[in-house]
């Protein structure tokens, strides 16, 4: 009596699963299947690269234009009407 009726040529059901899995995937992959995921996540890179320069940017603006409007206040708080900024 063979105990192991159930095991396929590689010997075990998990590997043979695993086996056929892996050669689907390499067939998705040769047919050019899984291309759409892969543009998709390169849309997604550059998206997130984009927002980060937009961020940067806008926190440099931020900066300038606080630093820019701290001198006006303390140019108005110290003018009078002989002394000009």
Known sequence: M??????????HPAVTFLVTFL???LQRVRN???DRGASAVEWVI?????????GVVAAIIN?????????????????????TC
């Open 2 to 11: 063979n105990r192991f009726k159930d095991r396929t040529e590689y010997g």
């Open 23 to 25: 050669q689907g995937r």
């Open 32 to 34: 050019g299947e899984l």
């Open 46 to 54: 550059i998206s997130a690269v984009v927002v980060a320069i937009v």
């Open 63 to 83: 900066s300038a234009l606080s630093d820019g409007a701290k001198k006006v206040g303390n140019c108005i708080q110290g003018a009078t009407a002989s002394k």
